[in-house]
């Protein structure tokens, strides 16, 4: 007699979708995703574009590469995202003088003036989300301690 058999298997020993944490992350990104779709078609951008913008508010004028070390993107991913967002005059790329394999993505004044109007997207996920500014701090820093935790396992 096989004892791998199915009957002998603990109902409770199966792994059920509601337990588990990856299901339950990337249900609460399909509703995070929403919620920025909805902010941010006010902008005109969609959530890849909007992560770009952020790391060109923190830091102007970056090479495609390391945009991409920052949002954990490769160069393939990017460069279509970066195309849409020239397309829509909201940056640059260009190659630099001083090494023709890079290409530094700089702000426009159009993206530059963008950036006034997305404090209302991080109004609009708080308000989503119904938290406070503490709990969405803690939350923040407990991802990222996990986010962490897993690359270090990769």
Same mark, same amino acid.
């Given at each position: 007699?096989?004892?791998?058999?199915?009957?002998?298997?603990?109902?409770?020993?199966?792994?059920?979708?509601?337990?588990?944490?990856?299901?339950?992350?990337?249900?609460?990104?399909?509703?995070?995703?929403?919620?920025?779709?909805?902010?941010?078609?006010?902008?005109?951008?969609?959530?890849?574009?909007?992560?770009?913008?952020?790391?060109?508010?923190?830091?102007?004028?970056?090479?495609?590469?390391?945009?991409?070390?920052?949002?954990?993107?490769?160069?393939?991913?990017?460069?279509?995202?970066?195309?849409? %967002?020239? +397309?829509?005059?909201?940056?640059? !790329?260009? =190659?630099?003088? *001083?090494?023709?394999?890079?290409?530094?993505?700089?702000?426009?004044?159009?993206?530059?003036?963008?950036?006034?109007?997305?404090?209302?997207?991080?109004?609009?996920?708080?308000?989503?989300?119904?938290?406070?500014?503490?709990?969405?701090?803690? %939350?923040? +820093?407990?991802?990222?301690?996990? !986010?962490? =935790?897993?690359? *270090?396992?990769?």
């Amino acid at each position: 007699m096989d004892s791998h058999n199915t009957r002998d298997i603990d109902a409770d020993a199966v792994p059920k979708l509601g337990n588990q944490l990856c299901f339950a992350l990337y249900s609460t990104m399909l509703a995070m995703n929403k919620v920025y779709r909805r902010l941010l078609k006010e902008l005109d951008l969609t959530y890849p574009q909007y992560l770009v913008m952020l790391v060109l508010w923190e830091q102007d004028s970056q090479t495609v590469s390391d945009i991409g070390t920052k949002l954990f993107l490769e160069s393939p991913t990017l460069t279509p995202l970066l195309k849409r %967002l020239e +397309a829509q005059g909201f940056v640059r !790329r260009q =190659r630099s003088t *001083s090494d023709e394999r890079q290409v530094i993505v700089s702000l426009t004044e159009a993206g530059k003036s963008l950036q006034m109007r997305a404090p209302a997207v991080q109004c609009g996920v708080a308000e989503a989300l119904q938290c406070s500014l503490e709990e969405i701090g803690d %939350l923040r +820093a407990s991802l990222l301690q996990t !986010r962490s =935790r897993l690359f *270090s396992h990769a």
